[in-house]
Antibody, heavy 120, light 107 residues
Framework: QVQLQESGPGLVKPSQTLSLTCTVS??????????WSWVRQHPGKGPEWIGH???????YQNPSLKSRLTITVDTSKNQFSLKLTSVTAADTAVYYC????????????WGQGTLVTVSS | DIQMTQSPSTLSASVGDRVTLTCRAS??????LAWYQQKPGKAPKLLIY???NLESGVPARFSGSGSGTDFTLTISSLQPDDFATYYC?????????FGQGTTVEVK
């Protein structure tokens, strides 16, 4: 049974960089059957798709974040990561990592999520 | 970006009721639509994909329909575990977007 676990600071100062890592257990990130995704959810709002990455490094990113966003994969650690630069209070949200089957499917499994607050 | 609009925002219902939630896309998305259920403090859970396909392990009282721009999620007989917020999401083109949610609450 796959498990996804987000990790990273829960508090980030404005203008700094938000960095999160998702550790995949119970399955290999290089299986080739999945993309690995990031989604965030502002308090009381619907989720917002951030982007996803294949184990080869191919990424698809939300244009609204693309200038500040980097998604990477570390196959040796079975992890993938998100970096968001120049954060503001508008980036305060619960950040989820998730699994996306290859092919015409939606995200089918999510991590538990981690709250990141941007505040001085 | 394709906008997803859900209605109603809140739906009050009782156990055993048949409930229908609606999702409308701002342009055609064929049938590339998913429905998720989310409970407070938890991650979303996939219920329906490709508009009408039931995800493995999801009770058969959930069903989805629609294509193009108009979609529905129906719960045939509401159970206590079904009180939650439901989101639709398109995956027709990037960026993928979600609706704002419909909360099913106890009447």
């Amino acid at each position: 049974q796959v498990q996804l676990q987000e990790s990273g600071p829960g508090l980030v100062k404005p203008s700094q960089t938000l960095s999160l890592t998702c550790t995949v257990s119970g399955g290999s990130i290089i299986s080739g059957s999945y993309y690995w995704s990031w989604v965030r959810q502002h308090p009381g709002k619907g989720p917002e798709w951030i982007g996803h990455i294949y184990y080869s490094g191919i990424t698809y990113q939300n244009p609204s974040l693309k200038s500040r966003l980097t998604i990477t994969v570390d196959t040796s650690k079975n992890q993938f990561s998100l970096k968001l630069t120049s954060v503001t209070a508008a980036d305060t949200a619960v950040y989820y990592c998730a699994r996306l089957p290859v092919g015409a499917y939606p995200i089918d499994f999510w991590g538990q999520g981690t709250l990141v607050t941007v505040s001085s | 970006d394709i906008q997803m609009t859900q209605s109603p925002s809140t739906l009050s219902a009782s156990v055993g009721d048949r409930v229908t939630l609606t999702c409308r896309a701002s342009q055609t998305i064929s049938n590339w639509l998913a429905w998720y259920q989310q409970k407070p403090g938890k991650a979303p859970k996939l219920l329906i994909y490709k508009a009408s396909n039931l995800e493995s392990g999801v009770p058969a009282r959930f069903s989805g329909s629609g294509s193009g721009t108009d979609f529905t999620l129906t719960i045939s007989s509401l159970q206590p575990d079904d009180f939650a917020t439901y989101y639709c999401q398109h995956y027709y083109s990037y960026p993928w977007t979600f609706g704002q949610g419909t909360t099913v609450e106890v009447k």
